[in-house]
């Protein structure tokens, strides 16, 4: 197993390049041109995709009904500390090969979490130099870091949201050491997903108090990241359900009030994922668009949920409909704000060739690339703004004008009612707009 980096995981895959939609080669980009300028940026720059280092280097494909399918060369040796490197040999072979400039991760991702905290920490200390060094070595960045207050039994009730204030100071350790991981690697952001942040029953639940010290807790670690020196932003990534069955930051929405209301929102922005937004029954552009009102479009979690049903199944994108909706919202918005475009998507349990992760990477870069040169396209050259515009234009000028400015009361929209009388109903032309999409795919 490699020790200095030097060995191949990844056999007879090369470097994956952009050949043009007109190439039959399935290890190619086929839209995802990486210094092709859209809209005044180039893609690599547009999107900073990224690795997410959980599914992809660690994920086994286990399922309720049977165990996982991947066999990973990295993950043989007994040895924690080799093992993480094999590890990170393999992903740094695999981001570079992409050619994707970014990867995510938990903490424990890294290495396997240790029996005490203190070998944890001395575990993830170890694993952090020698990540500087593939980072260093490869030109590889951290998009973002986080930490895994989910999966241990320990937070069975909740991290920051616990009911026992030992394990709300246990989860309180884990992040401390999660962000000088961040930093010590130049993460440019931070993520809180709050895995276990809810409730499963009411009856148990004191939900106000939790939220307070859940607005306390994120508080505590802004403050204490900063005091670091870390400059970048935080996002909150709000999932409605599951694992727990309310969870507190059920959609981008609920996620910016509760950050209005405990004084986090020039710090916190959201980190939107497809298919939390499709759980919480909205679709991943209303989730992007809600997010810009308040900028916060922070960065996105790019994968997909399943038609036909409803968890989370993380699948690659490959919808250029609903991408090319969401690319409107993103041009619109100016782009994300500090984030970029995290893969948080996996192989399917019965894809078991070495090459179904380069494919599904490939292909999740395409549908961005082409839904967000049909954005551009429909942008610029269609009548899709000058009609959208033209529904409000009686906000233009006149009355519509002085209602926007605060200039009337409702006695004046009384009056203009009566003199208006009955009014003659206005198309609102939305399979025009659905047309427009399909012309311009
Ligand atoms: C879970 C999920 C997480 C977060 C990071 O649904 O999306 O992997 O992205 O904790
Ligand atoms: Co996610």
Redesign the pocket.
């Known amino acids: 197993m490699a020790t200095l980096g030097n060995y191949e995981y990844y056999k007879g895959i090369g470097d994956i390049k952009y050949e043009g939609k007109e190439s039959d080669n399935p290890l190619a980009f086929k839209y995802y041109n990486p210094d092709q300028v859209v809209a005044g940026k180039t893609m690599r720059e547009h999107f900073k995709f990224s690795v997410?280092y959980?599914?992809t280097f660690c994920g086994l494909g286990a399922d309720p009904f049977g165990p996982g399918t991947q066999q990973f060369e990295w993950d043989k040796s007994s040895d924690p500390i080799q093992a993480a490197k094999d590890k990170a040999d393999a992903a740094f072979e695999f981001i570079t090969k992409m050619g994707f400039g970014y990867y995510?991760f938990?903490d424990f991702d890294l290495i396997r979490e240790a029996s005490t905290f203190s070998e944890s920490e001395s575990r993830l200390a170890t694993i952090t130099e020698y990540l500087k060094e593939k980072q260093a070595a490869s030109g590889v960045k951290l998009l973002w870091g986080?930490a895994?207050c989910?999966s241990n039994p320990r937070y069975m009730n909740g991290a920051a949201t616990n009911p026992d204030f030992n394990v709300v100071a246990r989860a309180g350790g884990q992040i401390k050491l999660a962000l000088d991981t961040t930093v010590a690697l130049g993460g440019e952001n931070y993520?809180?997903?709050g895995?276990r942040e809810g409730y499963m029953s009411l009856l148990n639940t004191d939900m106000g108090r939790e939220l307070d010290h859940m607005g306390r807790f994120l508080t505590m670690c802004r403050d204490y990241a900063r005091a670091q020196g870390f400059k970048g932003n935080f996002f909150i990534?709000p999932?409605p359900m599951?694992p727990s069955k309310h969870q507190y930051d059920f959609d981008t929405a609920t996620a910016i009030g509760f950050l209005r209301e405990y004084g986090l929102d020039n710090d916190f922005k959201i980190?939107i994922?497809v298919?939390?937004a499709t759980l919480a029954q909205h679709t991943f552009q209303h989730e992007m668009e809600v997010a810009a009102k308040a900028g916060m479009l922070g960065s996105l979690?790019a994968n997909r949920g399943d038609y036909q049903n409803g968890w989370?199944t993380?699948q690659f994108p490959n919808n250029i409909q609903e991408t090319t909706e969401a690319m409107l919202v993103f041009l619109k918005a100016g782009g994300l704000q500090g984030g970029g475009v995290?893969f948080?998507a996996k192989i399917r349990r019965n894809s078991t060739d070495l090459e179904d992760v380069f494919l599904a990477h490939i292909g999740g870069a395409d549908t961005f690339a082409r839904a967000l040169l049909i954005a551009d396209k429909i942008i610029n050259s269609s009548p899709y703004e000058t009609l959208r515009k033209a529904r409000y234009s009686s906000f233009d000028s006149g009355k519509g004008l002085e209602f926007e400015k605060g200039n009337l009361k409702l006695e004046d929209l009384y009056n203009i009612a009566q003199e208006n009388g009955e009014l003659p109903l206005k198309s609102g032309k939305q399979e025009l707009f659905e047309n427009i999409i399909n012309q311009y795919i």
């Open positions: 997410a959980w599914h995510c938990h986080t895994n989910f993520v809180f997903w895995g990534e999932k599951e980190n994922e298919n939390h979690d989370d993380d995290n948080d």
